[in-house]
């Protein structure tokens, strides 16, 4: 039988790429969206050539009542969920004594809240059946911080947090909690930097390249199929932060 899995913020960057991966691996994929829906009908028609069938189902993680219906969806075609993978994330960038309660609760809402929600949302049914993966996308920013990007810091270090203490509450049910921190990879996210920027950045990095969304689609996949890692931030960022 298939293995089951929601992905959070699917239409674009990192979760496109890991939806395709995972979709190719046999896995059953529910790809979420919120307001890019084009990219989403796009990726499902891409699989389809392939034949391959993905799920897509537009709903905005920072909305509980929008989240149960996307659980509700999966259960009632499928009876399972066993892998969900929180990806939903955006950035802000500005200065600390600029930012506003609205951007508070824009940024805070979207990287963090949902993560709670969904995973919230989700372990029952990973509890009742004695199984289940979780997998968070954090950030390097989430790991040693990032001038200018306060609050995106802020979101993924608690993602951090979380995925520490809910991997040790879980364990006992056979749940794998575990967290992936990318550097900067090559998505519509950092499309903002200038090449000037990215040359410096790739000055700063061991490997002196930028990373790809399929580095960290195929981690994701090695997360799946490994029965014994949980409790990991796992820094893909081609040396940025050895410590």
């Not at 809240?113 to 289940?132: D, L, R």
């Amino acid at each position: 039988m298939k293995k089951i899995a929601i992905i959070t913020g699917a239409s674009k960057g990192i979760g496109r790429q890991v939806a395709k991966e995972l979709a190719k691996s046999n896995i059953q994929v529910i790809a979420n969206y919120n307001k890019s829906e084009k990219d989403a009908i796009q990726l499902k028609e891409e699989l389809k050539k392939e034949n391959i069938e993905i799920d897509i189902f537009k709903a905005n993680v920072t909305k509980r009542e929008e989240i149960k219906k996307m659980v509700q969806f999966a259960l009632e075609k499928y009876h399972k969920i066993d892998i969900l993978i929180n990806n939903a994330g955006i950035s802000e960038y500005k200065m600390f004594t600029d930012e506003t309660d609205e951007d508070w609760n824009n940024v805070i809402n979207t990287n963090l809240y949902s993560v709670f929600a969904m995973t919230q949302e989700v372990v029952p049914n990973m509890i009742h059946n004695k199984n289940g993966c979780i997998i968070n996308i954090s950030s390097i920013w989430g790991i040693v911080g990032a001038s200018l990007e306060v609050l995106y810091s802020i979101s993924k270090s608690g993602i951090n947090g979380m995925t520490k203490a809910l991997a040790k509450e879980l364990g006992p049910s056979n749940i794998r909690v575990n967290a992936i921190a990318p550097g900067i990879i090559n998505t519509q996210m950092n499309s903002k930097l200038s090449e000037e920027e990215i040359t410096r950045i790739k000055e700063e990095i061991p490997l002196e390249k930028i990373g790809n969304p399929i580095e960290i689609a195929k981690c994701i996949k090695w997360l799946i199929d490994d029965n014994y890692t949980t409790g990991q931030i796992i820094s893909i960022n081609g040396g940025w932060s050895i410590t």
